[in-house]
Structures are given as C-alpha cells and as structure tokens.
C-alpha cells in the first residue's frame, strides 16, 4: 500500500456545518455524568447544565475508556460530546506533544470546536490549536512546536504537517472522527483513513456521524475496536414553533429599533455577521441606555463567560453574537431573537431563531430589513414557506411594544 498522502482540496466552508441546535428534552445535568468539577464549573458559567441527549448516552462510555460510535444529526450537541470525556481523560497525558486528535471535514468546523472545547482544555491545563488550509502554516508549525497537546484539524492541512515532519502523532492516545458522514460525501475518507493508519499506539477512537452505514461503517469496522453505539434524532427548529416577524428599517433608525425591541422584552439574542458589527451595535445600545454585551471569538474567554453569567441571570437584557461564538450558548428564557443583520441561509436563520421557543414555549424571530436587502430577505422567506408581509416601520412605532401581538398578515 503506498503511503502517498491522497491529496483532495479542501472546502472554505459550508454553513450547514454550524452545530448547536438545542434538543430540551434533557434532565441529566454534567455532574451526575462523572465530569470533572472544573469542567462542570467552566460549562455552568456558559449557561451549559443540562446534557442533551447524545451526550447523555455517550459521555459515560467515552470516559470509561470506550470506542463510540454515535449517530446523530449536525446540531444534537456532538461537539461536546466527543470534546468533554477526551479533555478529561487526557488530563493525564504528557504535556508538550499531541496526544488528541479532532479530525473534522471542513475549516469552518475546526475553528468552531476549537472555539468550544478551548475553555475545557484550559482549566485542564492543555494547549488546544486548530489547524486547517488556507491559514498561515509557518504559525501553526511554530505553536506545535511550544507545545500543543490537542489538535482540531481538517484532514488535508493535518496530512500536510505530518508529511513536512512537523507534527506527529506517534503519541496519540484520543481520537475523534467528527461528522463521519460528511467526511464520505466530500470524498476525505482516504485522507482520514490515511492519518488514522498511522496511529499505531493504543487510542481510544470516538467517531460521530449522521449516518452509519456504506463507507462510514467501513470506518468504523476498520478503525474502531468493538465500539459502543449510540443513536439520537435531533429535534429539528420548526417555522410553526416561534412567531416570524420581518421589519424594513432605515439605516439612521436601525439601532433605535434595536434598543425599542429589546427593551420590549426580558431576554434577548441579537445576530450580526460580524465581530466588529458585534463591538459597535452593543458600544451603541449602551449608549441609548440598553444594556447589552457582545460575545465573540476575539473576546478574551473570561469577558465571554462573564457576558453569559450576566445575560443568564438577566443581569444584561441582550447578547449580541456573531453565529459561531452563539454554538455554546444555551441559555432558557430567551423570548427575542433579533436578526440585526439578516442571515445568509435559511438554514441559519432556523439555526439562529432556535434559540427562542424552547422547552415548549414561544417566542419571536425578528428580522430587521434594509432597502437592499429585501430581495434576498424575501428568497429566504420562500425557503421556509413564510408567506409574510415585509413592514416597515421606525423607532417610535407601538407596535414594537408586542410585536407578538400584532399580526402583520392583517395590515392595513
């Protein structure tokens, strides 16, 4: 067998690979799963206490020194699933050299588990890095080398770092296989397969997928010894489970519809596409006597969890968050979310407005609109069959006060 790396460009990104949609069926809190109580304590601060249901089934195994193989949809909360027992069982492995391995499809993902299990691997003492193409290599040899224990890699970039000799993985002990499924429609599984048969040592391999059968259980078969299997269907967000509200704005007026619409209710999340929109909407919020924080990757860690103690407590009545850093946010009572910016997909905007009407309840999705950008607004709006007028209104319009009661589909 040739050891030739398979060489397969790799994506820039795929939205639909954004995880996190909440699953609120679930009782069993991180504590009675055998975690460590830093790493309860880090995830508490988060608002994280309760595990959703694929963490419930799999993280006992995974600590019990277990293969897993769990099947689940993208958004059923893998990420900590897989990230939680490997962080806490590499507490004891030696400092300075990689001893786990987070192999994942795409550059977009790799940068969001990495975001999510940083503050874990922190209070463990490991040095986490997420290594993927596209970024600076000369950085990422240079961080392997002051010492990194877990890496988060997309397969090619991994590939390319072993064959240069500047990472190895001749110590590697914990494995993890993210969205398996994935991996296969991409045609990365003889990149995957190509790392993992150089992992000779005894490792613990978690694999997570959608699907399990064909190519992704020839993965399993081959790389997993005699796995545990667990199987969870992920509760899809539903248009039917929030109200839908679309308000054309104007640009000088944008931000004093912001500020009218959180202070109509007690909890709310607003979603820029950016971090500096983030910085600036919340900077301006405060300054029309709303108190808001915005949470992000370039925040450091402690001003994060400090933003989300508050916010939790309703000590803060909105969060303003870009997609990415939003992944580890689950906190109840959310009754607004606020599309400032509107999102790109519909995916992302089921994705983002998921975190109202929780636990049964309702909510409202609001979608602010500028001029130009209705027609895309409108596109998405047929995606998610929302026959729903586009109203435009300003800062002083008493409709805003409730804007879940009032019906837009009868508009005068």
């Known amino acids: ?21 909440e699953d609120t069926s679930v009782t069993t809190s991180f504590a009675d799963l055998g975690l460590a109580s830093e790493l309860v304590e880090v995830l508490a601060a988060q608002g994280i206490v309760e595990a959703f249901p694929i963490q419930e089934l799999t993280i006992a195994d995974a600590l019990a020194g277990r293969d897993v193989c769990g099947k689940a949809k993208t958004g059923s909360g893998k990420t900590l699933a897989f990230g939680i ?55 990422q040899i240079k961080a392997i080398r002051n010492g990194i224990e877990l890496v988060v890699a997309t397969p090619g970039r991994m590939i390319d770092l072993l064959e240069r000799g500047d990472v190895s993985v001749s110590d590697v002990a914990h494995v993890v296989i993210d969205e398996a499924d994935r991996m296969a429609d991409m045609g990365f599984l003889p990149q995957v397969e190509w790392i993992l048969r150089r992992i000779e040592g005894d490792h613990q391999t978690l694999l997570f997928s959608a699907t399990l059968d064909g190519a992704v259980d020839s993965l399993v078969t081959r790389y997993q010894n005699d796995p545990v299997r667990h199987e969870v269907e992920a509760k899809e967000v539903t248009v039917e489970q929030m109200f839908h509200r679309f308000v054309t704005v104007h640009q000088m007026d944008r931000n004093r519809v912001v500020a009218a619409i959180v202070n109509s209710g007690k909890r709310t999340m607003v979603f820029c596409n950016t971090k500096r929109a983030c910085d600036r909407l919340a900077s301006d919020l405060g300054k029309l006597s709303v108190s808001a924080q915005p949470i992000h990757g370039d925040l450091r860690q402690r001003q994060r969890e400090k933003a989300l103690r508050q916010f939790a407590k309703g000590e803060v009545q909105a969060l303003v968050a870009t997609d990415v850093a939003a992944r580890g946010i689950h906190v109840d009572d959310v009754d607004i979310v606020l599309h400032f910016d509107p999102p790109e997909d519909h995916k992302t905007y089921l994705h983002r407005s998921g ?9 409202v999705a609001v979608t602010l609109v500028l001029w130009n950008q209705e027609l895309d607004v409108k596109r998405m709006q047929k995606r998610l069959a929302l026959d729903i007028p586009i109203v435009e209104m ?15 589909t009868i508009e005068s």
Do not use: C, H
């Open 1 to 21: 067998m040739s050891n030739q790396a398979p060489q397969i460009e790799e994506p820039i990104e795929f939205q639909d690979s954004v995880e996190d949609t």
């Open 355 to 363: 975190r109202t009407a929780r636990a049964g309840g309702s909510g």
């Open 85 to 139: 027992p490997t962080v806490q069982r590499m507490a004891e492995a030696p400092r300075g050299t990689v001893s786990g391995l987070i192999l994942v499809p795409t550059r977009e993902l790799a940068t969001q588990v990495f975001e999510e299990l940083k503050p874990l691997a922190k209070v463990k003492n490991l040095r986490a890095l997420a290594i993927y193409g596209g970024a600076d290599i000369d950085k």
């Open 394 to 408: 300003f800062s002083n319009d008493e409709r805003l006060v409730d804007l879940a009661a009032w019906d837009p």
